[in-house]
């Protein structure tokens, strides 16, 4: 089974200024990497796909970026509905069995 | 509107039996995929099975194996969650979620998700 490793656990950022969150997975996933946001009390919304392409109506700050084992999401200048927990998902097909793993999660928080 | 809209929470005691439902519309419900996600309190996400509901072919996570039933029914467009004997450690929120194959390179994500069902197991 692929590990899905997210850092850091939190990070604390002040509006305006930059984010980076990493994802690293134990083996190769090639691109197929999806992020995506959660809100308290709402369900995850897809982000970015193809570990660097934005799903629709998603602002241009946020970026993906990465291949293989490192991937790392960007959101530029940081917005107050920015603050929420991010995951990273890979999708592999094996062994034969299809599985999309979750990292465990970075709580970005306001500084 | 593209939605994924899921049935009520649901308070139950251990060794009950429990079907969850997933209806969507605003699209082809027999084209796409539907995953279900659990989230225990507190906690992040983990993907627990698939199916398709056009024949409904189904893949379960190694995790969830033998645990809960994922089925379908496309005359309806819904996707079900059921469990035939309920943990306390099935307290958790489930997600439904729309599979899409994106971009010309064809990667795999969750673009559309159902509201959550809570599910609450408790003596």
């Known amino acids: 089974e692929i590990v899905m490793t997210q850092s850091p656990a939190t990070l604390s950022v002040s509006p305006g200024e930059r984010a980076t969150l990493s994802c690293r997975a134990s083996?190769?996933?090639?691109?197929?990497l999806a992020w995506y946001q959660q809100k308290p009390g709402q369900a995850p919304r897809l982000l970015i796909y193809?570990?660097?392409t934005r799903a629709t109506g998603i602002p241009a700050r946020f970026s993906g970026s990465g291949s293989g084992t490192e991937f790392t999401l960007t959101i530029s200048s940081l917005q107050s509905e920015d603050f929420a927990v991010y995951y990273c998902?890979?999708?592999?097909?094996?062994?034969?069995?299809?599985?999309?793993?979750f990292g465990q999660g970075t709580k970005l928080e306001i500084k | 509107e593209v939605q994924l809209v899921q049935s009520g929470a649901e308070v139950k005691k251990p060794g009950e039996s429990l079907k969850i439902s997933c209806k969507g519309s605003?699209?082809?419900?027999?084209?796409?995929?539907i995953g279900w996600v659990r989230q225990m309190p507190g906690k992040g996400l983990e993907w627990m099975g698939i199916?398709?509901?056009?024949?409904?072919?189904?893949r379960y996570s190694p995790s969830f194996q033998g645990q809960v039933t994922i089925s379908a029914d496309k005359s309806i467009s819904t996707a079900y969650l059921q469990w035939s004997s309920l943990k306390a450690s099935d307290t958790a929120m489930y997600y439904c979620?729309?599979?899409?194959?994106?971009?010309?390179?064809?990667?795999?994500?969750?673009?559309?998700w159902g509201q959550g069902t809570m599910v609450t197991v408790s003596s």
């Open positions: 979620a729309r599979h899409i194959v994106a971009g010309p390179l064809e990667y795999d994500a969750f673009d559309i």
């Open positions: 605003g699209y082809s419900f027999t084209s796409y995929w």
């Open positions: 199916i398709y509901p056009g024949d409904s072919d189904t």
């Open positions: 083996q190769s996933v090639s691109s197929n």
């Open positions: 193809g570990a660097s």
């Open positions: 998902q890979q999708y592999n097909n094996w062994p034969p069995r299809e599985m999309y793993t």
